[in-house]
C-alpha cells in the first residue's frame, strides 16, 4: 500500500470514528435508545412536555393553578389529582392526558406525573390541626351572600366588585377569564391560595383583630357570586 493510500485510510478511519460513529471495523456505532413517546417515563421530561406551559416550568407562577403549593395538594389528594391529569375538567383549557380519555398519555406516565408531583412538593402536616374545607362544594350556594363574603374577605386586594386593585390589578369578575375556569377551580384557589402570586389561603393571613379563615359555606357563597358574573351563553 503506498503512503498516499494509507494515510487515506488512515484519515477515512479517523472521520468514521470521531464524527459519524463507527466502531473499529468501520462499522456504523450503536447510538442511543431512542425510546418511542409511551415509553417516557421521567417525570421531569413528561412534565414539561405536558404542563409546564400552564402550571409553570418549577409547578408554579404559570396561568392555572400552581401545582407546588402542598396546600392545594393536601386538599385535592392523590386520587382528585390523578382524575383531573387523567380525564380533565370539561369547559375548561384543562384537557383529558389518558389515552383511553382521548389523550397522549398511557396509565403509566400518568402515574408518574403523578407520583412525582407529589413526591416533590407536597409536605406534611402542611394543613395543621386547622380543619381545611373539603375539596368540593356539598352546601347550597348562596351567591347574594357571597358577595358580601367577598366583600369581608377578599376585596382587600380584589376590590369590592372584584375589579382589581394595586395590590391585585387583574379582574376576577372579567367574562372572559371566568368563561376559562370552572367553579371548582375557583374554589381551588380560594381554598389553597396562590402563594406564587402572595395570594393567601382560606385562613387569610390572620395577623389583624377578629380576623379568621373563611368556612366552608363561605367559600361555596363566594363561588357562586363569581360565577354570577359570567357572560350568558
Known sequence: MSAVSGFGASLLSILCLGSIGCDARGHPARGPEVLLPEQVIDFATLYKQNCAGCHGENGKNGAAISLADPVYLAIAGQATVRQVTADGIAGTLMPAFEKSAGGTLTDRQIDSLVQGILQQWSRPNVL??????????????????????????????????????????????????????????????????????????????????????????????????????????
Open 128 to 233: 395543621g390541626v386547622s380543619p381545611a374545607p373539603p375539596y368540593a362544594a356539598s352546601s347550597k350556594p348562596n351567591p347574594t351572600q357571597g358577595q358580601k363574603n367577598f366583600v369581608e374577605f377578599c376585596a382587600r386586594c380584589h376590590g369590592a366588585e372584584g375589579q382589581g386593585t394595586r395590590n391585585a390589578p387583574g379582574s376576577i369578575v372579567d367574562p372572559s377569564y371566568l368563561a376559562l375556569v370552572s367553579d371548582q377551580s375557583l374554589r381551588s384557589t380560594i381554598i389553597a391560595g396562590r402563594s406564587d402570586q402572595d395570594m393567601p389561603d382560606w385562613r387569610s393571613d390572620l395577623s389583624g383583630p377578629g380576623a379568621r379563615a373563611m368556612t366552608d359555606q363561605e367559600i361555596t357563597d363566594v363561588v357562586a357570586w363569581l360565577a354570577a358574573q359570567r357572560a350568558p351563553l
